[in-house]
């Protein structure tokens, strides 16, 4: 098992002729991911990499009822469109790689995707890849080599980090069953909560990993879900942003990293995992050694 994509998944790529979504169909048919449409408006024939593209997501789902997952990689101000599209399409799994989307458009599609019985991943993501099986957005790049089959969860806020707590693991034989960027816009489409909840279902999974940062209340938030459920499988955290304590003034990180009234400080986030039992490490290469330990 793993979570959100396996083997039969099958990918729509929103925004396919443009450069990253070129990219982004490369990189995915690299892992041998079934990239079976594209969309553009107004393209409708044409083939990117071999995959067709269509005008809209209503006529790739006549051609391909079957697809699974959509991930849009379209400029900002066309990304709520988008979601939209795909979701009248009934699509029930988007994985949003677009940056930079207003908060108020993230709300919007959020808000319809909890109508649609849909999950949205991201914005801001790096993709989603669970090794062995398949991948979906940027993660990995052409070679996806930091990433190997395994029983480690991995959910991550930061993408280049997604692929360095897997690269790790993988130099020190740990493999990974299901790596998500979840994306750190203040507004996530599938929080932590939501994440663990998935994995603690996924008999692959035996430990799972969080990367998380300063701002917001996303991990606060998996700490009362942890410590209130009595989750069944160890979790271990690395919050990064300790530096920033040293620069109060400076503008750091993601759209989300905001510090608000003392709220979502790197020192608040420690406290909560820790009184909720989880594994909270100081330095990121220790991650390693403590997977070790929970796996014996």
Excluded: W
């Excluded at 052409?142 to 990433?147: A, G, K, R, V």
């Amino acid at each position: 098992m793993s979570i959100l994509i396996n083997e039969k998944t099958k990918v729509l790529v929103q925004g396919i002729t443009g450069k990253e979504g070129i990219r982004a169909t490369q990189f995915m048919q690299s892992y041998q991911t079934n990239v079976v449409a594209g969309v553009r408006p107004g393209k409708g024939g044409e083939t990117v990499e071999g995959v067709p593209v269509y005008n809209s997501c209503k006529e790739a789902m006549q051609t391909h009822p079957d697809i699974t997952i959509s991930i849009i990689i379209v400029p900002a101000k066309g990304a709520k469109d988008a979601v939209i599209e795909a979701l009248e399409a009934n699509i029930k799994l988007i994985n949003v790689i677009t940056e930079n989307i207003p908060i108020k458009d993230t709300a919007h599609c959020v808000a319809l995707a909890k109508k649609h019985h849909a999950t949205i991943i991201g914005p801001t993501s790096i993709g989603i890849i669970s090794p062995g099986k398949a991948k979906v957005g940027m993660i990995g790049g052409l070679t996806s080599e930091q990433f190997s089959k395994g029983n480690v969860g991995i959910i991550s806020k930061s993408g280049g980090m997604s692929s360095e707590t897997a690269s790790i693991l993988t130099k020190a034989g740990i493999g990974q069953s299901t790596v998500v960027g979840c994306g750190a816009d203040v507004i996530m489409g599938t929080n932590y909560v939501e994440l663990l909840e998935m994995f603690k279902s996924d008999e692959e999974t035996k430990v799972i990993v969080l990367f998380g940062e300063i701002g917001g209340t996303a991990e606060e938030d998996a700490a009362e879900y942890i410590k209130k459920t009595n989750y069944p499988k160890p979790v271990i955290a690395f919050i990064s942003g300790k530096f920033a304590e040293m620069l109060p003034s400076t503008t750091l990180g993601h759209a989300g990293a905001i510090i608000e009234e003392g709220k979502g400080t790197r020192a608040a986030k420690v406290a909560a995992l820790n009184s909720a039992g989880v594994h909270v490490v100081e330095v990121h290469h220790e991650i390693v050694e403590r997977v070790k330990e929970l796996l014996e």
